[in-house]
């Protein structure tokens, strides 16, 4: 069983920084791609940003791009999200997810495993 375990999180003010990690247990980590999605309270989760198998495609949601960044290591089967200048609006828990594909997608359906998630707040 594939284990996916986010960490990293916490509080930060707005305009802060966090680094989130997610340490992957399968074999086939460096073949897939790999997301992060996060889920405000009382919102359906939303896609962030994806990583390509290789490393070398990278797309972000509308809404982090400029501010976030996506990073694989495959060596070490872990996947980051630097996120800077955070906002209110960014606080949720966030979800790194390992896709079916080396591509990925922007749906949630197109992710085979989870982890748990980590909680970031941003306070104003």
């Known amino acids: 069983q594939v284990q996916l375990v986010e960490s990293g999180g916490g509080l930060v003010q707005a305009g802060g920084s966090l680094r989130l990690s997610c340490a992957d247990s399968g074999r086939t980590f460096s073949t897939v791609a790999m997301a992060w999605f996060r889920q405000a309270p009382g919102k359906e989760r939303e896609y962030v940003s994806r990583?390509?198998?290789?490393?070398?495609?990278?797309w972000y949601a509308d809404s982090v791009k400029g501010r976030f960044t996506i990073s694989r290591d495959n060596a070490k089967n872990t996947v980051y999200l630097q996120m800077n200048s955070l906002k209110p609006e960014d606080t949720g828990v966030y979800y790194c997810?390992?896709?079916?594909?080396?591509?990925?997608?922007?749906?949630?359906?197109?992710?085979?495993?989870w982890g748990q998630g980590t909680q970031v707040t941003v306070s104003s």
């Open positions: 990583i390509a198998w290789s490393g070398d495609m990278v």
């Open positions: 997810a390992e896709a079916s594909t080396g591509w990925g997608s922007t749906s949630s359906g197109g992710y085979r495993y």
